[in-house]
């Protein structure tokens, strides 16, 4: 059964920093690819940062994140991981792993998605 738990959600304060990690159980993603994306209250899901293994480690990064949110992994243990600095207010909402076993040529949009954690917390307070 796979799994995807995300932890290092919490508060901050406006201008820190946080680390989200994403633990991949039951199988392994480093063919494929991973995301994460972040939901705000009243708003629809986007997407945050992704990387195809598959690519030569390609990543993408929404405009938001760009010079501020870094995605990386630990092949080993398979853990994705955002790295996340500088954080405003609006980074507030609730961040989501998301993994696909499938060549996917776009994975800025969550329909490219197999596989889905629950979600960690992160909110930001000015």
């Known amino acids: 059964q796979v799994q995807l738990v995300e932890s290092g959600g919490g508060l901050v304060q406006a201008g820190g920093s946080l680390r989200l990690s994403c633990a991949a159980s039951?199988?392994?993603?480093?063919?494929?690819?991973m995301g994460w994306f972040r939901q705000a209250p009243g708003k629809e899901r986007e997407f945050v940062a992704a990387?195809?293994?598959?690519?030569?480690?390609?990543?993408y990064y929404s405009d938001s994140g760009k010079g501020r949110f870094i995605i990386s992994r630990d092949s080993a243990t398979n853990t994705l991981y955002l790295q996340m600095n500088s954080l405003k207010p609006e980074d507030t909402a609730v961040y989501y792993c998301?993994?696909?076993?499938?060549?996917?040529?776009?994975?800025?949009?969550?329909?490219?998605?197999?596989?889905w954690g629950q979600g960690t917390q992160v909110t930001v307070s000015s």
């Open positions: 039951g199988r392994t993603f480093s063919r494929y690819g």
């Open positions: 998301a993994a696909t076993v499938r060549l996917r040529l776009n994975l800025q949009v969550d329909s490219a998605y197999d596989y």
């Open positions: 990387v195809k293994w598959w690519n030569g480690d390609s990543t």
